[in-house]
């Protein structure tokens, strides 16, 4: 890191002076950075307008331009106080991270500095020597705000502000914002100059708001979201305002990946163009390379592998009214608790009372392990807790090893009940190493512990009969029957709100933040389910769009759903089956009619259910 440059209190006092009117130029000189044209707009709109949104594609700097405006602001404005908020620590630590990188590469930023960035687990502020601060916030979904309540904010950055309810912007963060930076000035200022006006004769009328301060500044900051969300009535209103109604104190930037600086380079004829170009408009080749801003190859290569629909929020800023295919959007999100009362988030063990399960899709070639826990409460099901490996994270170069020291873990952690697991990709190698007696380290209670083999339920492998055990392994044959059974069953628990998908963890537990990301990766991985109109004997096709698109989540989730519902008809009956499709057949264990309807027909039984839910 580089030295502070040293600088006198009159010195910082003039830079503020030349800076206050043009905040680019000062990104350029204060904070050493160089911002494209799209983050130019956006730093002159947070310096002349109240309220000012930024609408940008994934990976466009939007994060990176937020932290420039937060730091500009506190530097400029003597004892004032900045906010970021997220909607999980997690996000408000982003925009900080790269508040300790412009830091980093500033020497004349440090010298603006008390110390540098603090990113702790449960804090993040950093102090500058005019008395300002910025603090990094986190509010959690579901929350009613009352984890905040108290700060004031002369300038507040909301960041992925469509996860956060408006009523909760309504009621909580705008009022953070009520007093102004140093307001009896202001009231005096205005007073001297209407005593003036009346009662001294001659007087020049004088441009008061010109010896103010800046008025307190309030930005939006996120990437497109669905358009069936409340956000898009409010992202909608705001854009009328600025470009139609032309509010002065209302600012709008919206930017995609094709609007950031990009030099298409044709490798056959040497053509070069400042635009995004798939093909050479000389020679029509598309033997292309890209230098700029971001990776475009990157980008080509997701548009191959996510939905439309997806693609297109991410990164062409578009705003897409739900999902096309077999999941909505709009129930997978109605399946995520929004009241207080109902707020749960990730866990990290068994809480001593509940039943859980554990669903498996070993990997494939070079695809990825899904592991995904459900928790029993009732008759809902509640995803607590879901991992993906890939192959470049093994921590050993057996990947069968791989699997099975982490479903140890998980069963010494949780406890499960059963544990259903695809029989292909391994899954049979898996099952071999299981059956072997081991050993696991008890972190809360500092000893080795010797553990029995976890085997396969009764009856299902001649191999292990006779062997002691626990018996909680059910190995599914992902059959075409199996699979539009569970992903029609899924579908129903979506829609009646029996199955439920965490919140964003409130606290700052290292294993929760680092977990609730794989739960925003599944839904993405939910909306590429598709199933085809042409039935092959009787049963849909299920598929996936695009081709590529990798299912990991899905297919561990849909396996914890299966072991869910065999675990509820085994409560239900009193005993516990072992799958309603072992061999690619539908239960071996019929139940009745009135026991279908006791779960709401949403327990993976029969085939008429899923046949009701397509039409």
Not at 133 to 141: E, F, M, Q, S, Y
Request: hydrophobic share 40%; net charge neutral; proline share 5%.
């Amino acid at each position: 890191m580089a030295q502070p440059t040293k600088i006198s209190f009159e010195e910082m006092e003039q830079l503020q002076d030349r800076w206050r009117n043009d905040y680019v130029l000062c990104a350029r000189e204060l904070l050493n950075i160089d911002p494209w044209w799209g983050q130019q707009e956006f730093l002159y709109g947070v310096q002349k307008k109240k309220f000012t949104m930024f609408q940008a594609s994934r990976g466009s700097g939007k994060s990176y331009v937020c932290a420039a405006a937060a730091l500009i602001y506190a530097a400029l404005n003597n004892r004032c106080k900045v906010l970021i908020i997220g909607p999980s620590y997690r996000q408000a630590k982003i925009i900080f991270s790269e508040i300790e990188n412009i830091y980093t590469q500033s020497p004349l930023l440090q010298s603006f500095c008390a110390k540098r960035p603090t990113i702790s687990s449960d804090s993040c502020y950093l102090l500058f020597v005019n008395g300002s601060r910025i603090t990094g916030l986190p509010l959690g979904v579901g929350s009613d705000g009352a984890k905040i309540l108290g700060h004031r904010a002369h300038m507040m950055v909301i960041d992925e502000w469509p996860q956060v309810p408006k009523s909760i912007v309504d009621q909580v963060l705008l009022p953070m914002m009520n007093v102004k930076l140093a307001p009896m000035e202001e009231y005096r200022l205005w007073e001297e100059e209407m005593y003036k006006r009346k009662y001294v004769p001659g007087h020049i009328p004088q441009d008061v708001n010109a010896l103010l301060r800046t008025d307190n500044r309030l930005v939006f900051a996120s990437s497109a979201f669905w358009g069936f969300h409340p956000s898009y009535l409010f992202y909608s209103e705001w854009k009328r305002l600025t470009l139609e109604v032309k509010d002065p104190d209302y600012g709008f930037f919206e930017y995609n990946f094709l609007d950031v600086p990009t030099v298409t380079e044709c490798l056959d004829c040497t053509n070069i163009e400042n635009k995004f170009r798939l093909k050479c408009p000389r020679c029509e080749s598309t033997n292309i390379k890209y230098h700029g801003f971001l990776d475009i190859k990157t980008i080509l290569m997701q548009k191959e592998t996510q939905p439309k629909d997806v693609f297109c929020m991410m990164n062409l800023s578009m705003w897409p009214k739900d999902a096309g295919g077999l999941y909505r959007m709009a129930n997978i999100l109605e399946c995520v608790p929004q009241n207080e009362e109902d707020y749960y988030t990730i866990e990290t063990g068994c809480d001593g009372v509940s039943q859980y399960v554990l669903g498996i899709d070993p990997a494939r070639d070079n695809s990825n392990f899904g592991f995904t826990v459900i928790k029993l409460d009732g008759e809902k099901m509640k995803v607590v807790w879901m991992k993906t490996i890939r192959p470049d994270e093994y921590k050993t170069s057996n990947p069968t090893l791989e699997a099975v020291n982490v479903i140890r873990n998980l069963h010494h952690r949780f406890q499960f009940k059963i544990i259903a697991m695809d029989k292909g990709g391994g899954g049979s190698q898996i099952r071999d190493e299981l059956s072997k007696e081991y050993e696991i380290f008890d972190e809360r209670m500092m000893i080795q512990l010797k553990k029995p083999p976890i085997l396969q339920l009764e009856g299902q492998e001649e191999r292990q009969k006779g062997l002691r055990g626990v018996r909680i392994l059910d190995l599914v044959y992902f059959a075409p029957a199996w699979i539009e059974e569970v992903a029609f069953a899924l579908k129903a628990r979506l829609e009646n709100l029996t199955i439920l998908f965490p919140c964003v963890p409130r606290d700052s537990d290292p294993e929760k933040l680092e977990i609730y990301p794989e739960i925003e990766e599944l839904f993405n991985e939910m909306v590429c389910i598709c199933h085809k109109p042409e039935a092959v004997g009787g049963l849909a096709r299920i598929d996936k769009t695009p081709k590529t698109a990798m299912i990991d989540r899905v297919a561990s989730l849909w396996l914890a759903v299966y072991a869910a519902s065999s675990l509820i008809q085994g409560m239900l009956s009193g005993s516990l089956p072992y799958g309603f499709a072992h061999q690619g057949s539908v239960f071996r264990q019929q139940m009745t009619q009135k026991q279908t309807q006791g779960f709401g027909g949403s327990t993976l039984i029969v085939n008429p259910k899923a046949a009701a839910i397509r039409k």
